[in-house]
């Protein structure tokens, strides 16, 4: 699966690290990524965004689909 | 996108301890920088022409074209102004070394990205710099 981390650093320092790709709970694992790339650097502020949830709905709509066919 | 993750440099304070710092009023002619290191406000200084350096624990003194400059560290800030200056003048001063702090922050992390990647293993896709922000993009090899 190719996953993409995009590191922004502003003129005044400031740092914003996304991670992209196929989204979904597999982006978990970048977080360690990143932490790891911006070694020293303090974490102010962490979100999963839109596209995570998006998937993680469509997953569990189909799961609870199956589990009522098999009932 | 699926994860965003906001974050600070080494030295660089943060905003909270700016704010803070700001409300304070233990220095009545001083004003916040975004500066929490002492080493990296030695090399932000030099960035803007100080000169005669001083500096001992939580403490900073120089001449700069602004004056007089004293910096003192209140909590996790290190706080500065123009000895025997207006308001304005340290404002304009506290500017031009946050200025020069970030851009130092700036380059520093940017390197240890590229040295951190390389080590990592990352591909690097693509680098650009526009209106002084550096953005590099990066392939995770899983």
Redesign the interface.
């Known amino acids: 699966?190719?996953?993409?981390?995009?590191?922004?650093?502003?003129?005044?320092?400031?740092?914003?690290?996304?991670?992209?790709?196929e989204?979904?709970p597999d982006?978990?694992?970048?977080?360690d990524?990143?932490l790891?790339?911006?070694?020293?650097?303090?974490?102010?502020?962490?979100?999963?965004?839109p596209?995570?949830f998006a998937?993680e709905g469509r997953a569990l709509v189909q799961d609870t689909v199956q589990d009522w066919e098999q009932a | 996108m699926s994860l965003e993750v906001l974050l600070i440099p080494l030295g660089i304070a943060a905003v909270a301890a700016i704010r803070e710092a700001r409300s304070t009023s233990l220095c009545e002619k001083c004003h916040a920088t975004n500066v929490a290191d002492q080493a990296l406000l030695i090399t932000a200084l030099d960035g803007i022409g100080a000169t005669a350096v001083a500096q001992s624990d939580g403490r900073v003194t120089c001449d700069s074209t602004f004056g007089s400059l004293t910096f003192q560290r209140i909590g996790e800030v290190f706080l500065g102004r123009v000895d025997g200056g207006t308001h304005s003048q340290t404002a304009t001063m506290i500017s031009a070394v946050s200025a020069a702090a970030g851009r130092i922050a700036q380059a520093r992390m940017v390197q240890i990205v590229q040295e951190r990647a390389s080590d990592m293993g990352l591909t690097l896709i693509t680098q650009k710099a526009e209106d002084g922000t550096v953005q590099l993009v990066y392939e995770v090899n899983r």
């Not at chain 1, 699966?1 to 790709?21: H, Y």
């Not at chain 1, 982006?27 to 977080?31: A, E, H, K, M, P």
């Not at chain 1, 790891?36 to 965004?49: F, H, I, K, M, Q």
Request: contains cysteine; hydrophobic residues 35%; glycine residues 10%.
């Open positions: 699966m190719r996953r993409l981390i995009t590191v922004t650093v502003g003129v005044d320092g400031s740092i914003t690290a996304e991670s992209s790709g989204p979904g982006c978990l694992d970048d977080y990524t990143i790891r790339l911006l070694d020293g650097a303090t974490v102010t502020d962490s979100r999963l965004t596209a995570y998937t």
